[in-house]
């Protein structure tokens, strides 16, 4: 044999070798299938995913367990201080409005009540006044002691309206249709037009309430 075949022969040989030895390695080498690969793949991220989302759970677990600060406790207690003493204000304002409102009812029921009772009183004094106003000129020693005596009865029905804050309704300048009461109204060359002439009954009030109109002459 020739050194020329022998050497293709053993060129032969070697490729076959190695050719085997290829082949055992691609049989001992897993091939994954394209399904079980996929499904390796969807599990891969899904781990991945769930890792990335606890991680801010356990962030936020570790923040709410820190304790607070200082700084911190100070501004919760000041707004808690802050809360409290707008409640206070606002119910002590309301408490306020309710005992004024509370006393203003009450004046108000009482002076009613004050002016029933004192309207019986206005009235015995028109009397009186009216029964002054037509004394005779002339008076013997026994009337005059008489009339003296019944002056005396006006002059402590007139204190109790005193005491009773009553006054008397003015009646100079002009009319006011919410303390007068005009029986008729006259041509007056010495008034103005709205000017009270006359009073021909006298008015009481308790305050700005009206007991009485006091009744007038007005000029027209």
Known sequence: MSKRKKEKIITEETDIAQADETAIEDE??????????????????????????????????RDEKAPLTLEEELEIARQEAEKNLDNWQRTAAELANYKRRQEEQRKLQRDRIKGEVMQGVVSALDDMDLAFQNLPAELD??????????????RKLDKILDEQNVMVIDTNGKFDPNFHEAVSSEDSEAHEEGDIIAELRKGYQIGSRVIRPALVRVAK
């Open 141 to 154: 020693g026994q009337i005059v002691g008489w009339v003296e005596g019944f002056r005396l009865v006006q």
């Open 28 to 61: 001992e080498t897993e091939v994954t299938p394209p399904a079980e690969a996929e499904a390796e793949a969807v599990v891969e991220a899904e781990e991945t995913a769930n890792e990335t989302t606890a991680e801010p759970e356990v962030a936020e677990e």
